[in-house]
């Protein structure tokens, strides 16, 4: 089978009909912020254990932006015996056509949103101590950049390791 690029008003009225809406995101993306038809199956269980036996008569899948839906279509198609649907523009296209979502602020940003943000600050801070205080402290910055690119290279964040023990990251509901 082949999946098919469904727009949000299109999957609603597929919902209505018995189509099964899965998140394929992380866990603390879809506690933050869910299509609260969803049901959430992130993408690794999904590649590792496929998908539960279920009578839908159609499946629609989605992300955040549609991006990773669509990377991994190959993968999510083999998943459903029935028909295959991925959600264009995923949770950010279903809310610019101005469907709900459910939201819970008290839940913690994104882990990667998280790690984006302390890098950022992190590196900013060393250029800003570099010029004002010392030139040492540009050090902060590369040691930030050798971080991020030991990250990218090896798959080991030493940065979001740290952050998923903080309390606020305790929150995470399940």
């Not at 999510?76 to 950010?92: F, K, M, P």
């Not at 882990?111 to 992190?122: E, K």
Request: with cysteine; hydrophobic share 45%.
């Amino acid at each position: 089978m082949s999946s098919k690029v469904l727009t949000p008003q299109a999957a609603q009225e597929l919902l209505a009909q018995g189509a099964v809406l899965i998140d394929i995101r992380g866990a603390d993306e879809y506690a933050r912020e869910h299509i609260a038809a969803a049901q959430h199956m992130p993408m690794e269980q999904l590649s590792s254990q496929g998908m539960p036996n279920n009578a839908a008569n159609a499946i629609i899948f989605h992300c955040r932006s549609g991006n990773r839906t669509v990377m991994n279509a190959g993968v999510l198609d083999n998943c459903a015996t029935c028909e295959v649907y991925i959600l264009e523009g995923g949770l950010d296209g279903w809310k610019k056509a101005g469907l709900p979502v459910v939201t819970d602020a008290s839940q913690p940003l994104e882990l990667q949103r998280q790690v984006q943000i302390g890098a950022g600050l992190m590196i900013l801070l060393g250029v800003v101590l570099g010029s004002t205080v010392s030139p040492w402290l540009y050090a902060i910055a590369g040691l930030v950049g050798a971080g991020m690119v030991l990250a990218g290279t090896t798959g080991f964040c030493g940065l979001a390791r740290m952050l998923m023990k903080m309390p606020w990251n305790k929150t995470i509901a399940s």
